[in-house]
């Protein structure tokens, strides 16, 4: 069994439109992210989620949202899409929240390429 | 077990100076290092990362070293300004198979920089 799923896995759109990403973790984890990793492979963190706590990155532009049914989902909706969107999306998931004090150890999935054309 | 660990929960550094913040790892399957900085209140942002392959990455005043023997990383900031003060992760990514990773913080350090 997958521990942290995603899809879909490759997603080719074009620029204007409206999609979501779906993200899913059975591991009864209390705490989920999405990260875009650039064509650098730097691996920035988007948001993260902690139950019913939603911290933003404030570097994400507003056309990105994500919305959590419960505990084990958390997707990713991109309104207005751009070329400079295309990038690859990990979703992870972790036991706690990532803090000053403890070690945490996030779970991958794995990824979901976006181009845009 | 601590597969990641920054030994120093704290530092304080002049500002001008050359900040270090170090951080160990055990784990010898970690192929991918970053560094993440994090305000209070405010979710972390990433700083800088390196690949397993080198041995120095340098952004601006950031540069990270890595010594894969030693299996420590260090993370320089020159000159350290006030606005650095914040709280610093060390993070390592290891491939869990199947195409998926696990990615591990450091507990943190919260650097100071006095003006």
């Known amino acids: 069994d997958t521990a942290v799923s995603q899809t879909p896995k490759y997603l080719v759109t074009q620029m204007g439109n409206d999609k979501s990403i779906k993200c899913e973790q059975n591991l009864g984890h209390d705490t989920m992210y999405w990260y875009k990793q650039d064509s650098k492979k730097f691996l920035k963190i988007m948001f993260s989620y902690n139950n019913k706590e939603l911290i933003i990155n404030e570097t994400v532009p507003n056309r990105f949202s994500p919305k959590s049914p419960d505990k084990a989902h958390l997707n990713l909706h991109i309104n207005s899409l751009e070329l400079g969107d295309s990038a690859v999306y990990f979703c992870?998931?972790?036991?706690?929240?990532?803090?000053?004090?403890?070690?945490?150890?996030?779970?991958f999935g794995p990824g979901t390429r976006l181009l845009v054309l | 077990d601590q597969q990641v660990k920054q030994n120093s929960p704290s530092l304080s550094v002049q500002e001008g100076r050359i900040s270090i913040l170090n951080c160990d790892y055990t784990n010898s399957m970690f192929d991918y290092f970053l560094w993440y900085k994090k305000y209070p209140a405010e979710g972390p942002t990433f700083l800088i990362s390196i690949s397993s392959i080198k041995d120095k990455n340098e952004d601006g005043r950031f540069t990270v070293f890595l010594n894969k023997s030693a299996k420590h990383l260090s993370l320089h900031i020159v000159p350290s300004q006030p606005g650095d003060s914040a709280v610093y992760f060390c993070?390592?990514?290891?491939?869990?198979?199947?195409?998926?990773?696990?990615?591990?913080f450091g507990k943190g350090t919260k650097l100071s920089v006095i003006p």
């Open positions: 992870a998931s972790s036991q706690d929240f990532w803090r000053e004090g403890f070690q945490e150890t996030q779970y």
């Open positions: 993070a390592a990514m290891a491939d869990s198979g199947a195409g998926s990773y696990q990615l591990t």
